[in-house]
């Protein structure tokens, strides 16, 4: 099992899913997590099972989320993966109650559109949607306007984002709590910039 101790200890689990490596740096994170919470790893999924979704959303998957799928399933990665019977068009959210739903910009009903959601950000509201031409990653914040923001240009970014801040639950000692949310998220501006990682987690 991964312990954090220090800084150096939080692992960044790739550059590009699918390259040499990648699997067993996720397991170990995955296997950790899991660990940590008494709970097993998921079932993973199918091509059949894929393609079946991919039929129902009339688009298809970033190829490095479905390759996640096929390897992990729908694995706790610090975040909720949504099960495919979730995953859908954002602008099919509020259904026939859309005079409810957001006051959307005109910067958002250009992305609209294109949003298919595939993780809820901790059960709040908020989502992260793919683009499903562009396959660009989008985060859907109903507290501010606009209320989608391109965040990643691939799934793997967001991936590896999660699976780097998820290791944060690891520490070795719950004195290290603390530093450990402080070293996972310096690792996270280091990759992606101070300004995405406020705008992600807080």
Same mark, same amino acid.
């Given at each position: ?118 993780? !809820? %950000? $901790?059960?709040?509201?908020?989502? *992260? @949607? ?6 660009? =990653? ?18 793997? !970014? %967001? $991936?590896?984002?999660?699976?780097? *801040? @998820? ?6 000692? =719950? ?28």
């Amino acid at each position: 099992m991964i312990n954090i101790e220090k800084k150096s200890d939080i692992t960044i689990p790739f550059t590009q899913i699918g390259e040499c490596g990648w699997e067993t740096r996720v397991r170990a994170i995955l296997l950790s997590v899991a660990e940590n919470w008494e709970c097993s790893l998921p079932e993973v999924k199918t091509e059949r099972e894929i393609g079946s979704l991919e039929q129902r959303l009339g688009t298809a998957l970033p190829l490095n989320l479905k390759l996640f799928y096929q390897t992990f399933g729908i694995a706790d990665i610090g975040e909720q993966l949504q099960s495919f019977d979730e995953m859908g068009w954002l602008k099919d959210t509020w259904g026939a109650m859309a005079e409810y739903g957001p006051d959307f910009s005109e910067q958002d009903l250009a992305a609209l559109p294109f949003m298919v959601t595939f993780s !809820d %950000y $901790l059960g709040n509201g908020n989502m *992260f @949607c793919f683009h499903s031409e562009t396959k660009e =990653i989008y985060y859907f914040d109903h507290d501010s306007k606009p209320y989608l923001t391109k965040m990643f240009h691939c799934i793997d !970014d %967001y $991936l590896k984002g999660c699976l780097v *801040f @998820c290791q944060s639950q690891l520490f070795a000692d =719950i004195s290290l709590e603390r530093d450990a949310e402080r070293w996972a998220e310096e690792m996270l501006n280091e990759l992606y910039g101070e300004d995405v990682v406020r705008k992600w987690y807080y």
